[in-house]
């Protein structure tokens, strides 16, 4: 029986040929542990070429970790984090945030998962008073959780209205490669140089078994950030097995054209159903995900075929995500599905 690629997730696909090969070759031998490896060695000195030497790069498991750990660092326990409702500090990490940092989450509700400087302003207050949590951290991520980009001039303005306010910008980028390819900028031009703080950089949607970075865009913020990696039971012993994979993840731009596969199909997928009567794309496609309402009917016998989430299970909006091997066969046989079971209701 044929196994069918399901657009629930970029975590559901496998790991992409050459980064498992990588793993494999990082195999012989031994190597120091804890990171001082010449394979670790040479994954900072790319995160430094990429995004400048200014900064520091910490290794760890997963996305979670980075985004906790690394606005645990720039953070007080007395302080608040600014989010998005969706974001996923918000709504997938199980508290992890406020239970580790001692921080406080504010959402913000928001149509398309991206915050501004108007939208922020609702919780810029009560500064210096001991009562009240203290603003210290707006968090962003890019792209967001509803597949929507920030702009440069977004992040920046972000970025200068925390810094302002004695306040740190966060950038939550798990799929920061689908931003990249997007945008068709450096990566460097929306985070360090517009005046991102500390940064989550993501792997493992984007064909890495696992592994994601923490960089701080400005080496003052690292400051006993090793301790509370080990602290934070992020510290991999056999480091060199996340190192690999990364640098293999950068050798000819493997991280871009992965992303820029999986924002085409998602394209692809925008463009297959747009015009299907019964559905309603909610998003703008920007990244690789395609989010929509559909008939309700239907969900549970499409998700059969062909797995995925439901976003709001009051309005049947789905979320569909690309990956990096999703194939036009897969798009185009998933659309068909859909259109003939909206067409026998």
């Known amino acids: 029986m044929k196994q069918l690629r399901g657009f629930a997730s ?27 490896d010449v394979m670790t060695e040479k994954a900072i000195s790319t995160f430094k ?47 992890a945030p406020e239970k580790f940092t001692g921080m406080k ?33 707006i968090s962003i991520t890019q792209p967001t959780e509803l597949g929507t980009l920030y702009t440069v001039s977004e992040i920046k303005d972000l970025a200068d209205f925390a810094h302002q306010h004695n306040m740190y910008l966060q950038m939550d980028g798990a799929r920061i490669s689908n931003a990249v390819a997007s945008l068709g900028i450096s990566v460097k031009e929306f985070t360090t140089d517009a005046g991102v703080d500390v940064l989550s950089f993501g792997g493992t949607k984007n064909g890495m078994m696992y592994g994601e970075a923490v960089v701080f865009l400005n080496k003052k913020h690292a400051s006993n950030f090793k301790y509370f990696r080990k602290q934070g039971m992020q510290l991999a012993s056999k480091m060199r097995y996340i190192s690999a994979q990364f640098n293999t993840f950068f050798e000819n731009n493997l991280w871009i054209k992965n992303a820029d596969h999986a924002n085409k199909m998602a394209r692809l997928l925008f463009e297959k159903v747009k015009d299907i009567e019964g559905v309603k794309v909610t998003q703008e496609v920007q990244a690789n995900g395609v989010f929509a309402i559909i008939p309700g009917q239907i969900i549970s016998k499409l998700q059969n075929a062909y797995f995925f989430y439901v976003w709001d299970e009051h309005t049947h909006e789905v ?27």
């Not at 050459?18 to 494999?24: D, K, P, Q, T, V």
């Not at 030497?53 to 498991?61: H, K, P, S």
């Not at 690309?322 to 209701?345: G, Q, V």
């Open 10 to 36: 970029d975590n559901n696909a496998g790991v992409h040929p050459e980064i498992l090969s990588a793993i494999s070759n990082a195999n012989a031998g031994h190597a120091i542990a804890y990171g001082d």
């Open 49 to 95: 070429d990429l995004l400048g030497n200014d900064i520091e790069v910490f290794l760890v498991f997963t996305g979670t970790a980075a985004n906790v750990l690394g606005m645990n660092n720039i953070g007080q326990s007395f302080h608040s984090i600014i989010c998005a409702e969706t974001a996923h500090i918000n709504v997938d990490e199980c508290g």
């Open 105 to 137: 989450l504010l959402s913000v509700k928001t149509p398309d998962g991206k915050l501004s400087i108007h939208s922020i302003k609702q919780y810029m207050h009560g500064f210096g008073f001991e009562h009240h949590s203290q603003p210290g951290i």
């Open 319 to 345: 979320r569909w995500m690309c990956s990096f091997d999703t194939t036009e066969e897969d798009i185009n046989e998933f659309s068909a599905l859909l259109k003939r079971m909206i067409s026998e209701l």
